[in-house]
């Protein structure tokens, strides 16, 4: 099992130009924490929260600290920040940074977007690569914060945008069902959303009227890991 597999992005996606109601529907600050688990086994927790930055623009973060098993002997820790604009209630893309920091290998990206030049830019340390930008475009990190907002207006099915490593990629979603989920925070009666045009997605689980984050989510092409939410605190 590599780093990269224990650690791959679990969720991620970006609006401020709508009507008075449009701006009412998007969340304030808040905190979410999560315990994370791989295989049943407890691995590490993350803290996830939003905040409101300069220019209008908000900051979106998750960071990981490995806890359990290998990650927590290799003093594994991941970190992504998004920065992003509200267009509507979708977080448009901005910018994203993500960081691993392990005793055998350490990783990063910076992906920027010029919004006037509608170009995107990638850096993983080799010199950027450069990709058109699409207007609505969320990155994954935001994910699943967009795909919360989509749920909480009543949308069954979702097609996003998303700023991967070469392209922006349209990524599709469905809701699959209604499913009880217990979890550290609680039982939830949930919408279960899963990604229907890739082999192994994620599936998430939300209360779209308690939360706009996942109260559980598992991404099956990054390990086979498990997110299930702990607390969540309006700021």
Not at 32 to 61: C, F, I, K
Not at 77 to 82: D, L, V, Y
Not at 175 to 203: C, L, N
Request: net charge positive; glycine share 10%.
């Amino acid at each position: 099992m590599t780093i990269r597999n224990l650690f791959a992005p679990l969720f991620g996606l970006g609006l401020l130009l709508g009507t008075q109601a449009a701006l009412a529907a998007t969340p304030g600050a808040f905190t979410a924490t999560y315990n994370v688990s791989q295989g049943g086994e407890p691995m590490g927790v993350a803290t996830v929260s939003l905040r409101a930055a300069d220019h209008g623009e908000w900051v979106y973060r998750k960071d990981v600290k490995g806890t359990g098993g290998l990650a927590a002997m290799l003093g594994a820790s991941t970190s992504e920040n998004s920065r992003f604009r509200w267009k509507g209630d979708v977080p448009e893309a901005v910018s994203y940074d993500y960081q691993l920091q392990a005793a055998i290998k350490n990783k990063q990206r910076h992906m920027a977007v010029d919004w006037a030049k509608q170009q995107v830019s990638v850096d993983e340390g080799k010199g950027p690569q450069t990709y058109p930008s699409r207007a609505g475009m969320v990155e994954r990190n935001t994910l699943a914060l967009a795909l919360g907002l989509a749920l909480r207006e009543g949308k069954q099915q979702v097609a996003l945008p998303v700023a991967v490593r070469q392209e922006v990629q349209t990524q599709n979603f469905k809701v699959t069902g209604k499913e009880t989920v217990k979890v550290p925070a609680g039982s939830f009666h949930a919408e279960r959303i899963d990604r229907t045009d890739a082999d192994r997605g994620f599936s998430a689980w939300y209360a779209p009227d308690r939360y706009p984050l996942p109260v559980k989510l598992s991404q099956h092409d990054g390990g086979d890991l498990t997110m299930e939410l702990v607390s969540y605190h309006a700021n």
